[in-house]
């Protein structure tokens, strides 16, 4: 029996418990263990569990005891928690109270088990939000735009013997000192690489444009401060380049031939324009629509104040650095000695869970759980970039990981369109490039 327990408040989300325990019941349930850890026991000179009780006693006497109190004060937690009403957002810390005047014959023990419970989260006034959705037209132009990158894509390089420019591709030796040193990584033979394309720093690119095949040139060039080398970051090193070929990019037709090497077998160049189209507004129309849901979840949480528990932020942090390692591994990096702290994640992490415990209240009070209505809706939405739409769609309804990522893009969806039936709204009308450039950043 609980003899007794009590509560104090020691901040905002900590709960301190005084768990007090009967002695007599805790004596009880050892037994009971010793006994069946009696039935079990062997032991030369007795037949298995025929060991006397006494040497079962001076065997198991303290394990019975230990796993005894552990079971009775973990019920007697329970039982106040539910009792008090108390919602804890982790596991508790218990440890006993020293009582220096508690002797041998003492008929109870008292433990404290300090808790953090969730916060009360209030329900936004929609009225006191203002955020700024976005809007996004796709024109013509953006389609051609988006076909001559994919024309790119099929890019031939013909030698030319003019001088190289941005877009050609070029065949160098370079050599870089740093002080006079050559440097890890600094040289290489035989390199190819498309001028202008990023693939080196923009000092190197302007200094190889102009330039024609046998010619030499010895230029600086400057580091940037955040360069992945560290040695070499911030730093002015020089470099001798000598270029052994320009080759000119040769661009497709744009013809029903460019479609075909698309994987369009009927409907030629209208049906590649067709779905360029088709594929580049439902892009356009995703993020328009998450940079105006996190406009307005950031404006939700711009109103909203209350404490976040340690216990989840530590948990959503380590889980944050967990997903890491594993991106790390799954990219072929060894990762091994390269520990992931997660306290790196703690602002990242607090974010999260301070909006996922408000995403939560909005949703509990004001009804707005995903319905299977839906989710099918937006599954058939995202199927339509799926060659089989009605596979992924099950597949997805099947896998309880995916349905549950998924009903919470719906449950976020419901937020969000509650919250702007009453918020004061503006919106930002953006260009395809804009869009993307930003998306990319």
Not at 3 to 12: E, G, H, L, P, W
């Amino acid at each position: 029996m609980t003899a007794d327990s009590t509560q104090t408040v020691a901040s905002s989300l900590e709960r301190k418990l005084t768990l007090t325990v009967a002695m007599a019941e805790v004596e009880t349930l050892a037994l009971k263990k010793l006994t069946q850890m009696g039935k079990k026991m062997k032991m030369p000179g007795f037949r298995p569990g025929k060991v006397p009780m006494k040497v079962v006693q001076q065997t198991y006497g303290p394990q019975a005891q230990s796993e005894a109190i552990g079971d009775v004060v973990s019920r007697v937690y329970s039982e106040t928690v539910i009792a008090q009403n108390l919602r804890p957002a982790g596991p508790p810390e218990i440890k006993p109270t020293q009582d220096e005047s508690a002797g041998a014959e003492a008929t109870t023990m008292t433990f404290e088990a300090t808790i953090e419970i969730y916060p009360e989260v209030a329900v936004p006034d929609r009225a006191s939000l203002s955020y700024e959705a976005v809007a996004c037209e796709v024109t013509a132009a953006d389609v051609d735009k988006t076909i001559e990158t994919l024309r790119k894509q099929k890019v031939n390089y013909k030698t030319t013997d003019r001088a190289a420019q941005d877009d050609d591709q070029v065949r160098v030796d370079f050599k870089g000192t740093l002080d006079g040193e050559a440097f890890e990584g600094g040289a290489a033979k035989d390199f190819r690489f498309v001028v202008g394309a990023g693939q080196m720093l923009p000092e190197f690119d302007r200094a190889v444009v102009g330039m024609k095949a046998g010619e030499e040139k010895t230029f600086p060039l400057s580091f940037p401060s955040d360069y992945r080398a560290e040695k070499l970051a911030g730093k002015t090193g020089e470099f001798t380049v000598t270029l052994h070929e320009v080759l000119a990019p040769e661009l497709p037709a744009l013809d029903d031939d460019l479609a075909k090497s698309f994987g369009i077998t009927e409907g030629g160049l209208a049906k590649l324009r067709e779905d360029v189209e088709k594929n580049l507004k439902r892009e356009v129309s995703g993020r328009c629509k998450a940079k105006t849901k996190q406009a307005a979840m950031d404006a939700l949480m711009a109103v909203s104040t209350f404490d976040v528990p340690k216990a989840l932020v530590q948990s959503e942090s380590q889980r944050m650095a967990d997903g890491m390692r594993q991106d790390m591994v799954s990219r072929g990096m060894n990762v091994k000695d390269a520990p992931i702290p997660a306290e790196l994640f703690a602002e990242q992490a607090t974010k999260r869970v301070r909006l996922g415990l408000l995403v939560g209240a909005i949703v509990r009070a004001e009804n707005l759980q995903a319905t299977e209505d839906q989710v099918r809706a937006m599954l058939a939405e995202m199927a339509e970039s799926y060659e089989k739409p009605e596979e992924f769609i099950r597949w997805t309804l099947s896998n309880p990981e995916r349905r549950a990522e998924a009903e919470a893009v719906v449950i976020e969806d419901n937020v969000v369109n509650w919250a702007s039936q009453g918020a004061k709204t503006t919106t930002k009308s953006m260009t395809v490039d804009e869009l993307m450039k930003e998306g990319n950043a």
